[in-house]
């Protein structure tokens, strides 16, 4: 049996997804009566019980800010064909459930997505916290493209009751968003969670049955997100009326096809950040804060559409916190409006888009086990349900590099949440039940494999590194699998947004099956390597005697034109480009006799603009 048999045997065998079991007492719902409103939160009645009574101060606030949540829960971004055979079993359902009770309905139409259409159903219902300052929700979107946080402090409940903290489910359905909202300024608003709720079926002692198989590619991108959100990061902060700007130009003018589509966040030491629509190249100016960090850098962040799902809480907003970990990483939107606080963040891919991602895997540790120095911090949340940064390393004496590495560690298995927007860390198991992280360590076998080789001294090798004006890097590759006796040629292009445009490889798997079963092994191990050298070179932040090929872009804004320069150094060879964005570029070549020669020049020329006020707005 031949490495790639024995492999596609081993995928074949190992399930894909994690089952959850939910049971729920009751469903959740609003309920009027007369000039006051219940709203009844059942959670799952399989995990340690938690409970809150309190009212609503400000039930307008809270009424927004569930449907922003319920927006992003219930978003999926990607393309879907037209198919008319689901929406006629759905038919069908609906017709045998008419003469049933809206509960025996609802009990009936989970069932049949769990015989009939397993992935249709793949939305965890919120993860809720009831800690001691606030209350929290979680969310992730469906296409694995955004993840979001609601936050109520305590301050806006009006409470005589002793709540019971923890970590559970929500039942949180269509029901229950048509309920909310019917709430209104004028009634007493109450909230009831737990599995005790206020009881609004009479009479009814039946349970709601929730299967939910969650894909592992879902699971493992909630956690890493999360997880995401404790890499190093600039905060700078805009007005509500900047992200409005940007929300009315979005709506006005559709993405063109084939152009860029980024955010553009150009940040200059004590000037205010400015948003940079592409491929418009749209600038709005922020008027919040101006930048305080040390120097000029210019962040690319993608998503930008989903900021459209809450813009009906933006007119409660007082101050808007975005946090950038760079170009193509995941961004988070922060969101403060009184004592409700949404966090928003953007992935920047999803599942398609394995190239953008696997640069993303770098920056976070990969370990499955737990270790010491995770289980002292998890015995001392046990005890204080959330604490500080500080707070956590006097606690367990860990400190440093040492302690972050432990806290994305528990993020990512899903013990930890870093609440990003009160810079706290919170005890929050994700499951009820012990979640197999040695099957979320990776994607899938292909991308095992591919780690696999890039361990291994010399099988990985980067031949040539073209740049193409337009296009984007064109890598070729050479990968050598000793059990294969084989030396594979792969190749690819990337567009300046981190899309894979293009990828060939000599390999069996590719020869078969192109990429409509994803990407092969060498071509994974491909992007791995350039993406791992370009992490080192940016920790380095210098231009290393190592460095033979190399491309960085720069601009400078004067009013609305921009100047870009674009520096290509290939070995003895120097190619510049300069002129104004959107028109044609001027082209100098020049060869020198050493690659020492080339790269001295190199670097000459890129101080010389850095000091002259240009930006470094080279694609991560």
């Known amino acids: 049996m031949t490495e790639d048999q024995d492999q596609h045997n081993k995928a074949d065998s ?9 049971g729920y007492p009751g469903s959740s719902a609003v309920a009027s009566r007369g000039s006051a409103a219940d709203i009844s939160l059942f959670t799952d009645t399989h995990r340690a019980p938690v409970s809150f009574n309190g009212k609503i101060k400000d039930p307008m606030r809270f009424r927004e800010a ?8 219930s978003s999926d971004y990607r393309y879907v064909p037209k198919d008319r055979s689901a929406y006629l079993a759905y038919s069908r359902l609906r017709r045998e459930s008419a003469n049933l009770s809206a509960w025996e309905a609802q009990q009936a139409y989970f069932d049949w997505l769990a015989r009939n259409d397993p992935t249709a159903f793949l ?16 969310v992730f979107s469906k296409d694995e493209g955004a993840y979001a946080c609601l936050g109520i402090g305590m301050d806006a409940f009006q409470t005589d009751q002793a709540a019971a903290f923890g970590t559970t489910n929500m039942d949180f359905s269509r029901h229950l968003y048509d309920g909310i909202q019917k709430i209104r300024s004028h009634k007493e608003t109450s909230i009831s969670i737990g599995s005790d709720a206020l009881t609004l079926q009479a009479g009814d002692e039946k349970v709601l049955e929730k299967k939910i198989s969650l894909p592992d590619s879902w699971l493992r991108g909630f956690l890493q997100v999360q997880s995401a959100a404790t890499l190093p990061h600039d905060t700078i902060r805009i007005a509500p009326m900047d992200v409005y700007n940007m929300l009315r130009h ?8 084939r152009k860029r589509r980024a955010l553009r966040i150009e940040l200059v030491p004590g000037a205010y ?13 922020t008027s919040q804060e101006i930048f305080k960090g040390r120097r000029s850098k210019v962040v690319r962040v993608w998503g930008r559409r989903r900021l459209m799902l809450i813009r009906r809480l933006l007119p409660f907003v007082d101050t808007i916190d975005v946090h950038l970990c760079g170009s193509g990483l995941p961004s988070f939107w922060v969101f403060k409006a009184g004592d409700v606080t949404l966090t928003l963040g953007l992935t920047g891919f999803t599942s398609a888009n394995w190239s953008r991602a696997l640069g993303f895997d770098l920056l976070l540790p990969r370990k499955v086990e737990a270790t010491q120095d995770l289980e002292a911090v998890l015995a001392h949340l046990e005890t204080v349900w959330l604490d500080s940064f500080s ?8 400190s440093g590099a040492t302690l972050l590495k432990t806290l994305q560690l528990g993020c990512q298995q899903g013990a930890v949440m870093y609440d990003i927007a009160a810079d706290v860390y919170r005890l929050r198991p994700l499951l009820g039940h012990t979640i197999a992280l040695g099957r979320l360590e990776f994607r899938n076998q292909h991308e095992r494999r591919a780690h696999d080789l890039l361990h291994r001294k010399g099988a990985v090798t980067i031949e040539s590194i073209n740049r193409i004006y337009g296009s984007g890097i064109e890598l070729t590759g050479s990968v050598r699998v ?33 990429l409509t079963k994803g990407p092969c092994p060498h071509l994974i191990a491909l992007r791995l390597k350039h993406a791992l050298d370009a992490l080192k070179q940016m920790k380095s932040g210098q231009i290393s005697r190592a460095v033979t090929m190399e491309t960085r872009t720069y601009f400078k804004r004067r009013g609305q034109q921009e100047n870009v ?33 080339a790269r001295s020049a190199y670097g000459d020329h890129v101080a010389r603009l850095e000091q002259n006020g240009y930006l470094d707005a080279t694609a991560g």
């Not at 569930?66 to 829960?73: E, F, S």
């Not at 707070?391 to 860990?398: F, M, N």
């Not at 294969?484 to 947004?497: H, N, S």
Request: aromatic fraction near 4%; include cysteine; charge should be negative.
């Open 565 to 597: 320069c674009q520096i290509t150094l290939n070995k003895e060879r120097l190619k510049i480009r300069w002129g104004t964005q959107g028109e044609g570029m001027r082209v100098s070549n020049v060869h020198f006799n050493t690659v020492d020669e």
């Open 250 to 257: 979005l709506r006005l003018h559709k993405d063109v096809k």
């Open 66 to 73: 569930a449907a922003a949540l319920y927006a992003i829960v």
């Open 123 to 138: 939305i965890l219902d919120p993860v809720i916290c009831v800690h001691p300052d606030k209350i929290l929700l979680e």
């Open 273 to 285: 950040p400015r948003l940079v629509l592409e491929p418009w190249e749209t600038a709005i100016e």
């Open 482 to 514: 000793s059990e294969d006796k084989r030396e594979y040629r792969p190749l690819m292009l990337i567009d300046d947004d981190g899309q894979v445009v293009n990828a060939q490889c000599t390999c069996t798997h590719y020869r078969k099956k192109g």
């Open 391 to 398: 707070a956590i390393s006097t606690a367990t004496g860990l």
């Open 14 to 22: 190992t399930p894909d997804h994690t089952m959850v079991d939910m």
